[in-house]
């Protein structure tokens, strides 16, 4: 089985090897950007349920790993649980945090690794001929399906939820900036921003807030903790109310010394960043999930050089 104390360098080799692109894909290293167990504003319960297919034809240990918020946890992964999955077997796990993870209590959230035994690992190719194949066995090598739904439980007749897809390519790093419009932060929705550092490195962010009309309302530098994940209130930690339309954008403070800004976690010191939103209608508590759109431009421009160029290759 894959060491605890790397799959945090091999998750990261998974996103970095493989090209950014809206829809997820089988791997044998799943990210989910959030996992949560809270209450929440308005009366709100916060559940996250986990869908896990082992797409093998034999039974393999999968390991789901929680990486709390606001603490630093790699390496080692400290907080885990093992289990089996049969050939083609799915489990859905309601309220994961709650079930595999109790001893949190009624109020955490944070990212979740679910991996698998995989004896190809290899400098990160997971999209290389070898790594899709099991060494010299022939066979492929093992995989899994994963997803989840984040939703509020407050009424026990009806929930409200949002999807929470696995290996969301919306990583980024050096120069490169996060950015999500059709922010709303008013008196009939708020909006969350969440920031995951896919590094050991502890990552200052800048977070900046623009309205519709593309008037700068906050700019404001927040840290967020190796292998870690930090969720900010618009309005409670940025002074943003009022915004019916804006735009949010996320980018490694470029005032952080000894930061490579062409660099990644595996080719120089550059953290590797997912940012996320969540939306919420205060009046139902129905909420909207998305992770935040990647703009590569000023990499390319000041890096001379395509963000691909720096991961490793695929197909070899």
């Given amino acids: 089985m894959v060491s605890r104390v790397l799959v945090g360098a091999l998750v990261v080799a998974v996103l970095a090897a493989a090209v950014p692109a809206s829809a997820q894909v089988v791997s044998p290293v799943h990210f989910l950007p959030v996992v949560v167990k809270a209450k929440g504003v308005a009366g709100t319960l916060w559940r996250s349920d986990v869908s896990i297919t082992n797409l093998t034809n034999k039974a393999v240990t999968v390991t789901a790993a929680y990486l709390p918020e606001k603490q630093t946890n790699f390496p080692p992964l400290q907080h885990t649980h093992e289990f089996t999955l049969q050939s083609r077997q799915t489990i859905l796990v309601e309220d994961v945090v709650g079930k595999w993870f109790p001893g949190f209590g009624d109020n955490t959230k944070g990212a979740m690794l679910v991996y698998t035994e995989n004896p190809s690992f290899s400098k990160g190719m997971f999209l290389s001929k070898d790594a899709l194949m099991a060494q010299g066995k022939g066979e492929a090598a093992p995989s899994l399906a994963v997803t989840s ?114 660099g990644n976690t595996a080719g120089g010191l550059s953290p590797m960043l997912v940012a996320y939103y969540s939306k919420n209608d205060f009046a139902t508590g129905d909420a909207e999930f998305g992770v935040a759109q990647v703009d590569w431009r000023q990499y390319a421009v000041e890096c001379h050089e395509s963000p691909m160029e720096q991961c490793p290759a695929v197909g070899e």
């Fill in 149 to 262: 739904r984040a939703y509020n439980a407050a009424n026990p007749d009806a929930t409200y939820g949002q999807t929470v897809a696995s290996n969301p390519y919306g990583y980024f790093f050096g120069i490169a900036a996060g950015e999500m419009t059709g922010m709303r932060q008013d008196t009939r929705f708020r909006t969350n921003i969440g920031v995951v550092n896919l590094s050991g490195l502890t990552a200052a962010v800048l977070v900046t807030v623009y309205d519709e009309t593309g008037r700068l309302l906050a700019h404001k530098t927040e840290h967020v903790e190796g292998f870690s994940l930090r969720q900010w209130n618009l309005k409670r930690e940025f002074g943003v109310d009022g915004l019916h339309d804006g735009l949010v954008e996320v980018k490694i403070d470029p005032s952080v010394a000894n930061q490579d800004p062409c």
